[in-house]
């Protein structure tokens, strides 16, 4: 594993738990703060979004061109 590869496992292990305390007391964070909280936890899907549209939806198909 290369030496970037390993740091960026390391940082989210830590990162992670931390991200998700956060969460838990977003009412005390200033709303810039929130939002910001809430989008890197959306890119990190440390929560659930419910069904994405779009180039974000996973299919198990492959795409035909569409």
């Given at each position: 594993?290369?030496?970037?590869?390993?740091?960026?496992?390391?940082?989210?292990?830590?990162s992670s738990p931390i991200l998700l305390e956060l969460k838990e007391r977003e009412?005390?964070?200033?709303?810039?703060?929130?939002?910001?909280?809430?989008?890197?936890?959306?890119?990190?899907?440390?929560?659930?979004?419910?069904?994405?549209?779009?180039?974000?939806?996973?299919?198990?198909?492959?795409?035909?061109?569409?």
């Open positions: 594993m290369s030496s970037i590869r390993s740091a960026e496992q390391t940082y989210r292990q830590w009412h005390q964070l200033e709303p810039a703060d929130r939002e910001a909280l809430q989008n890197i936890l959306l890119e990190r899907r440390l929560i659930n979004s419910g069904n994405p549209n779009g180039s974000d939806r996973r299919k198990a198909e492959p795409d035909n061109g569409g």
